[in-house]
């Protein structure tokens, strides 16, 4: 196998003094070859109008398995008040997945979670040799490492339960249009979200 590239889903503009920092390390390291920057993800795949091809989170996730990838998640700040969807986006694929520390992880995730925890900066090059191991493994079939990853699914599955969902989906179609015939919205519908 290739050494792996590293596809970076934010946009630069989001945060710029962190897009700086970030921008300095990879030059700093001279990966500039190994480090694509996605600048956002597009809601489904498509080809631009330079004719670049732009794959949307669910393709990309295809792209991450059928490689033996994993996923990175690297809040820039330990108080990250969001779930952090990146260990569910990777549960989901059933990957390896690295993610720095922050508050709400084990919250949603559990203690038991496969992913590669990076507690400090001290920490990443163990926590590389982590998940480059678990990576390996998991290409190679290795049963423990798959059976941790369908745990992590079925535990990302319980936390994100997509009944409620659609309940409050098929609540607001139904008050938007007054009497109900929206439409249902239910997991077999065109209208359901999907999980």
Not at 19 to 31: D, F, G, H, I
Not at 58 to 79: E, H, I, K, Q, W
Not at 172 to 192: C, K, L, Q, T
Request: net charge negative; aromatic share 6%; glycine share 8%.
């Amino acid at each position: 196998m290739p050494e792996p590239s590293l596809l970076v889903f934010g946009s630069l503009d989001e945060d710029p003094p962190y897009a700086r920092k970030v921008l300095s390390v990879v030059q700093e390291l001279n990966v500039q070859d190994d480090v694509i920057f996605l600048d956002g993800v597009p809601l489904s795949s498509h080809q631009d109008a330079g004719g670049r091809r732009r794959l949307d989170e669910v393709d990309l996730l295809r792209l991450c398995r059928a490689s033996g990838g994993a996923v990175l998640f690297t809040p820039n700040t330990s108080d990250v008040e969001s779930v952090g969807l990146g260990p569910a986006l990777a549960a989901i694929a059933e990957v390896p997945c690295a993610v720095t520390e922050y508050a709400c992880f084990e919250d949603i995730y559990g203690t038991r979670s496969s992913c590669v925890r990076v507690s400090d900066a001290a920490d990443i090059p163990a926590a590389a040799g982590r998940l480059l191991e678990l990576m390996a493994k998991n290409r190679h079939g290795d049963p423990t490492v798959r059976e941790a990853l369908k745990r992590d699914k079925e535990q990302v599955l319980a936390s994100f339960d997509p009944n409620p969902w659609r309940k409050l989906l098929q609540e607001m179609a139904n008050e938007v249009s007054g009497s109900g015939s929206y439409g249902e919205i239910d997991g077999a519908g065109d209208r359901g979200p999907r999980s």
